[in-house]
């Protein structure tokens, strides 16, 4: 049996997008979010304007982040989840994915693009 220790801290996210977006592509994400909340957890990157239903929490630290990511989901209200730069072990990502499978909830990993200026994420969501 394989110790915890033996899994990686690279899982793969469900979806991966860089920010700001390739101008050669549109830069809005349209989500319907039926009044349910879009959330942002991120240190550097932040909405380009206020928005309807969207709030953006400041990252917590690493051993922190899979358990805020857990009560976010299973709170029932979000509907949109983006993380900038989401690293979790195995375990701690395939429980997050089922958790948003269960709850309907669209997981989004952020990944900011150090060659463009601003970091800032477009909507309408």
Known sequence: MASLHAFTNSSTPLVTMQVPADHKHSNNI???HDHK???LVANKIRFAEKQTYCIRLTKPKQQSLSLWLEK??????CSNLFVEQLTLDEIS????KQ???DYKVALVNLMPNSLQKDNVVKGPW
């Open 99 to 101: 958790l948003c499978i």
């Open 93 to 96: 990502f395939e429980r997050l």
């Open 72 to 77: 976010i989901v299973t709170g029932g209200q």
């Open 30 to 32: 349209n989500v319907n």
């Open 37 to 39: 909340w879009t959330f």
